[in-house]
């Protein structure tokens, strides 16, 4: 009978071992990694560990009540979907009395400001542009006080504005007319801000007595505060006030620029548009859901300086299947790919043929882009992340694209993805804070795992001699392996190292030593039969393999198991000890088994006192070859 593959050509598993530790390594030191090379090799620690970030979110409601208990642990499921998106990095999110929700993330540097984002996203048609940046609002009693024209809203219509879909320009196209995909470019940092650090100034109002009237009577309140003059001064503007050639006008609207962003948030979409006073930075700090009626025009500005009046919104989130952060391998940018459900994609072909071909002159001239077609915005919350012109009727799938990287790309697609919440959330208070157990108790854990493996090697190197270098050995690619891993998943999927996962890790030594065992024990039993070592070796590989396989798949369906039901830090221990278990396997087939192919062919192997094999040998020695050979059956 030939002997088994493995032990002919045992060169090509400690080959592909070899390979295997070469990509590990350079992705260790090289994808996603910065910093020093000691930084290189540090894995993401868990809360425990080293601390981290604490957010409380308040929800708010219209009324200002309390918030249904429904929605509540509806939003606290979203958000922990958000940032725990794998569910290995380890992240708590709890509900804090009947309103709030705390967020705890590891690490010292993770910006939490986004994760109570509504993230409402809406597809609106641009409709008109200008000036968001205040710069023609200061009242100017005479012209030579105005500023500079070209700040005034005819310069909106010229150049400047069409930098921001430049780029989107040659994007959309790409979905030509009548298929392929669409693309939305975005080119600022795409970190929406639709609630950035909303003042103190100008949350009180809202919080304290406007949340608790209804919209007619906000409005009417704004209304008595700017006072009646005013109001019927902005009510007849026909488009965004000129101070420049009315100077009195300036005088006569300056009550406005005193509203809150509260305040702000119930004005007439006209009047937001048309009123210089009104910048893009109150309407940046409106209460979050201030925009999210899908069939009213609203204004929004994109980068803090453009201005838009948006239509009313046809493709909503809702209309969104998937959400995805990839590589354009073409561009080599990040982007967030969006696939449509069906009725949604029905309607995102409808709105690109409106925009395209501009129906009914919808958008004025000021909107159109370089190509003289309508530009379609994304809305996230109460900003636009993205208006791009639509260059084609597109049926295809879309991309946002612009100033991506990894991190943001994912964080966007994780919002879209997840839904929005069902709650608007203000940020009450974020903090760093120390770790709970310490670095001491990581040097425990460490310290506790460092013990374990020694005693496995003595007691092996006691007991099998020189077998016990293969365990030796062994151990020590299995744990290089698992730190390799541990530092590329931190970065990849965000995996946390926690206390649970070291016990994970230590609860896997168990399961190694048990293969070892059950190996060398078999290749005891075929040397006591006759067999000499060479011929023993891939006869008890050849039995043991099928009971460490079983052995091991019943580990890793266990932690599988424990993954899926469990919440937390038991979820860490789960996928750390089916980490270890699988990098064990991998050990098995690639080191253990090529290795002690290579062992049995020396000298050293044949040795009673040297291999470990004493008993069994000698057993095999004494055997009187008179007697029969007992006999066994052949397993299956």
Same mark, same amino acid.
């Given at each position: 009978?030939?002997?088994?593959?493995?032990?002919?050509?045992?060169?090509?598993?400690?080959?592909?071992?070899?390979?295997?530790?070469?990509?590990?390594?350079?992705?260790?030191?090289?994808?996603?990694?910065?910093?020093?090379?000691?930084?290189?090799?540090?894995?993401?620690?868990?809360?425990?560990?080293?601390?981290?970030?604490?957010?409380?979110?308040?929800?708010?409601?219209?009324?200002?009540?309390?918030?249904?208990?429904?929605?509540?642990?509806?939003?606290?499921?979203?958000?922990?979907?958000?940032?725990?998106?794998?569910?290995?990095?380890?992240?708590?999110?709890?509900?804090?009395?009947?309103?709030?929700?705390?967020?705890?993330?590891?690490?010292?540097?993770?910006?939490?400001?986004?994760?109570?984002?509504?993230?409402?996203?809406?597809?609106?048609?641009?409709?008109?542009?200008?000036?968001?940046?205040?710069?023609?609002?200061?009242?100017? =009693? #005479?012209? &030579? /006080?105005? %500023?500079? !024209? *070209? @700040?005034?809203?005819?310069?909106? +219509?010229?150049?400047?504005?069409?930098?921001?879909?430049?780029?989107?320009?040659?994007?959309?196209?790409?979905?030509?007319?009548?298929?392929?995909?669409?693309?939305?470019?975005?080119?600022?940092? =795409? #970190?929406? &801000? /639709?609630? %950035?650090? !909303? *003042? @103190?100034?100008?949350?009180?109002? +809202?919080?304290?007595?406007?949340?608790?009237?209804?919209?007619?009577?906000?409005?009417?309140?704004?209304?008595?505060?700017?006072?009646?003059?005013?109001?019927?001064?902005?009510?007849?503007?026909?488009?965004?006030?000129?101070?420049?050639?009315? !100077?009195?006008?300036?005088?006569?609207?300056?009550?406005?620029?005193?509203?809150?962003?509260?305040?702000?948030?119930?004005?007439?979409?006209?009047?937001?548009?048309?009123?210089?006073?009104?910048?893009?930075?109150?309407?940046?700090?409106?209460?979050?859901?201030?925009?999210?009626?899908?069939?009213?025009?609203?204004?929004?500005?994109?980068?803090?300086?453009?201005?838009?009046?948006?239509?009313?919104?046809?493709?909503?989130?809702?209309?969104?299947?998937?959400?995805?952060?990839?590589?354009?391998?073409?561009?080599?940018?990040?982007?967030?790919?969006?696939?449509?459900?069906?009725?949604?994609?029905?309607?995102?072909?409808?709105?690109?043929?409106?925009?395209?071909?501009?129906?009914?002159?919808?958008?004025?001239?000021?909107?159109?882009?370089?190509?003289?077609?309508?530009?379609?915005?994304?809305?996230?919350?109460?900003?636009?992340?993205?208006?791009?012109?639509?260059?084609?009727?597109?049926?295809?799938?879309?991309?946002?694209?612009?100033?991506?990287?990894?991190?943001?790309?994912?964080?966007?697609?994780?919002?879209?993805?997840?839904?929005?919440?069902?709650?608007?959330?203000?940020?009450?208070?974020?903090?760093?804070?120390?770790?709970?157990?310490?670095?001491?108790?990581?040097?425990?854990?460490?310290?506790?795992?460092?013990?374990?493996?020694?005693?496995?090697?003595?007691?092996?190197?006691?007991?099998?001699?020189?077998?016990?270098?293969?365990?030796?050995?062994?151990?020590?690619?299995?744990?290089?392996?698992?730190?390799?891993?541990?530092?590329?998943?931190?970065?990849?999927?965000?995996?946390?190292?926690?206390?649970?996962?070291?016990?994970?890790?230590?609860?896997?030594?168990?399961?190694?030593?048990?293969?070892?065992?059950?190996?060398?024990?078999?290749?005891?039993?075929?040397?006591?039969?006759?067999?000499?070592?060479?011929?023993?070796?891939?006869?008890?590989?050849?039995?043991?393999?099928?009971?460490?396989?079983?052995?091991?798949?019943?580990?890793?369906?266990?932690?599988?198991?424990?993954?899926?039901?469990?919440?937390?830090?038991?979820?860490?221990?789960?996928?750390?000890?089916?980490?270890?278990?699988?990098?064990?396997?991998?050990?098995?087939?690639?080191?253990?088994?090529?290795?002690?192919?290579?062992?049995?062919?020396?000298?050293?192997?044949?040795?009673?006192?040297?291999?470990?094999?004493?008993?069994?040998?000698?057993?095999?020695?004494?055997?009187?070859?008179?007697?029969?050979?007992?006999?066994?059956?052949?397993?299956?």
């Amino acid at each position: 009978m030939a002997p088994p593959q493995g032990q002919m050509r045992p060169g090509r598993q400690l080959i592909v071992l070899g390979l295997i530790f070469a990509v590990l390594y350079l992705m260790v030191f090289f994808a996603g990694a910065s910093g020093s090379w000691q930084d290189r090799l540090e894995p993401r620690l868990g809360l425990d560990l080293v601390g981290g970030t604490r957010m409380t979110l308040e929800a708010t409601t219209e009324d200002g009540g309390v918030p249904p208990s429904e929605s509540l642990e509806e939003a606290r499921q979203i958000i922990e979907a958000r940032v725990n998106g794998l569910g290995v990095s380890e992240a708590e999110v709890v509900t804090e009395g009947n309103r709030n929700i705390v967020v705890l993330l590891p690490g010292q540097n993770r910006d939490l400001n986004e994760i109570g984002d509504a993230a409402e996203l809406r597809f609106r048609k641009l409709l008109k542009m200008t000036d968001g940046s205040g710069a023609s609002a200061a009242p100017a =009693p #005479t012209a &030579t /006080a105005a %500023p500079d !024209p *070209s @700040a005034g809203p005819d310069a909106s +219509a010229g150049p400047e504005p069409s930098g921001s879909p430049d780029a989107a320009a040659g994007s959309p196209s790409a979905g030509g007319s009548g298929g392929g995909q669409g693309v939305l470019a975005q080119d600022a940092t =795409p #970190t929406p &801000t /639709a609630t %950035p650090s !909303p *003042s @103190a100034e100008a949350e009180p109002p +809202a919080d304290a007595g406007q949340n608790a009237l209804t919209p007619e009577q906000q409005l009417a309140a704004v209304r008595q505060k700017v006072g009646e003059a005013a109001w019927t001064a902005a009510e007849g503007l026909q488009g965004p006030a000129d101070f420049t050639q009315d !100077p009195a006008l300036a005088e006569t609207l300056k009550p406005f620029a005193d509203l809150t962003p509260a305040e702000v948030r119930v004005l007439p979409p006209t009047m937001q548009f048309n009123l210089p006073m009104v910048t893009c930075d109150k309407l940046d700090r409106r209460t979050p859901g201030s925009i999210k009626a899908p069939d009213q025009q609203v204004v929004a500005c994109e980068q803090g300086q453009m201005k838009y009046l948006l239509d009313v919104a046809k493709v909503l989130g809702t209309d969104v299947d998937d959400a995805t952060a990839v590589l354009d391998q073409t561009t080599s940018q990040w982007v967030v790919s969006l696939d449509f459900t069906g009725d949604g994609q029905r309607k995102w072909t409808d709105l690109t043929r409106e925009a395209f071909n501009n129906e009914g002159q919808a958008c004025d001239a000021s909107a159109l882009g370089d190509q003289s077609k309508c530009r379609v915005a994304v809305v996230l919350d109460n900003t636009v992340i993205s208006a791009p012109e639509i260059q084609g009727v597109l049926t295809g799938d879309s991309q946002i694209t612009g100033s991506f990287n990894n991190r943001t790309a994912s964080e966007l697609a994780s919002q879209l993805r997840y839904g929005a919440l069902p709650l608007t959330f203000t940020p009450q208070e974020a903090q760093s804070i120390t770790a709970t157990l310490g670095t001491e108790y990581l040097r425990a854990g460490l310290l506790a795992a460092g013990i374990g493996m020694l005693l496995v090697i003595v007691y092996a190197f006691f007991y099998y001699r020189l077998l016990g270098s293969v365990i030796f050995l062994s151990l020590i690619l299995s744990a290089l392996l698992v730190y390799g891993a541990l530092i590329v998943l931190g970065r990849q999927i965000g995996f946390t190292l926690t206390l649970a996962g070291i016990a994970g890790f230590i609860v896997s030594l168990g399961v190694a030593a048990d293969s070892f065992v059950i190996y060398f024990e078999r290749l005891k039993d075929e040397i006591r039969e006759g067999r000499s070592p060479r011929s023993a070796v891939p006869r008890a590989w050849v039995r043991a393999r099928r009971t460490i396989i079983s052995a091991n798949a019943i580990s890793i369906m266990a932690a599988v198991v424990l993954y899926i039901v469990s919440v937390g830090t038991v979820q860490g221990f789960a996928f750390a000890l089916g980490l270890a278990t699988i990098l064990d396997l991998v050990v098995v087939f690639l080191f253990r088994h090529p290795i002690m192919t290579l062992f049995a062919r020396t000298p050293a192997f044949l040795s009673p006192r040297v291999s470990g094999l004493g008993r069994a040998l000698e057993q095999s020695d004494d055997r009187d070859d008179s007697q029969p050979r007992k006999t066994r059956l052949k397993e299956a």
